[in-house]
Nanobody, 123 residues
Framework: QLQLVESGGGLVQPGGSLRLSCAVS????????IAWFRQAPGKEREGVAC????????TYADSVKGRFTISRDNAKNAAFLQMNRLSPEDTGIYYC????????????????WGQGTQVTVPS
């Protein structure tokens, strides 16, 4: 059974950086697309970044382009989200998600989700 566990969230000042990790267990990670989503208080969950099985395709939401970097290490069964120049608008719970075939930001497409990690950037 695939399990995803996020870590690395926390409180960071505007302009700061955080690196989120997603540890995957129970499967070979290279069989799965990985995506990061986030959900701000009172808002719908939205896609942030997506990376294909081998990392050859990467997509970012417009709001994070140039600031966030998604990566994966299939040998270590882990994925990452490097977040730079954080702003209060980046506050929310960040989730990693996995799917065998799907690619993109359609939430219903992803079969597996982590429990989320909180990122807070005060205004």
């Amino acid at each position: 059974q695939l399990q995803l566990v996020e870590s690395g969230g926390g409180l960071v000042q505007p302009g700061g950086s955080l690196r989120l990790s997603c540890a995957v267990s129970g499967v070979n990670l290279d069989d799965y697309v990985i995506a990061w989503f986030r959900q701000a208080p009172g808002k719908e969950r939205e896609g942030v970044a997506c990376i294909s099985h081998r990392g050859t395709s990467i997509t970012y939401a417009d709001s994070v382009k140039g600031r966030f970097t998604i990566s994966r290490d299939n040998a270590k069964n882990a994925a990452f989200l490097q977040m730079n120049r954080l702003s209060p608008e980046d506050t929310g719970i960040y989730y990693c998600a996995a799917d065998r075939l799907g690619y993109g930001f359609q939430i219903a497409m992803y079969d597996y989700w982590g429990q989320g990690t909180q990122v807070t950037v005060p205004s």
